[in-house]
């Protein structure tokens, strides 16, 4: 089934279980709601650009080596999340781990480096070749975090 556009309600759902998902993994320390699918997760802070305000997205990732790898794939929907343009308008920022947080600059990897990345990305989890098709024209953005 294809994912919802990005105007549709059901997003508002998504948001909702991620503020959840959010207040879950810092009370347990990473230890419960840390995963998607067996795919690791981080928290992932960001400024609103338009708002100003501070937010937290948890986004599964890929350790490589001192840095982590997340995909803006957002299902596969029409436009890109919103936690996305929020990292490229203001890169520096933290992420969260079970252990605590790291500074880190975030960074929308060049489509060579996308291309090495992405067969380690699908392998983690398989549905970020669904998203790509889904997403039609929109070529889902890879962020590095990288520590600073």
Known sequence: MKTPP??????????ARSGVNVRVFRLSRGRLWSTWKGAPILLVHHVGRKSGTSRVSPVVYLADGDRYVVVASKGGTDKHPAWFHNLVATPVTEIELGDGRRPVRARVVDAAERDELWPLLVDLNPDYDVYQEYAGARIIPVISLDPR
């Open 6 to 15: 990005s105007s549709s309600r059901i997003w508002k759902l998504v948001n």
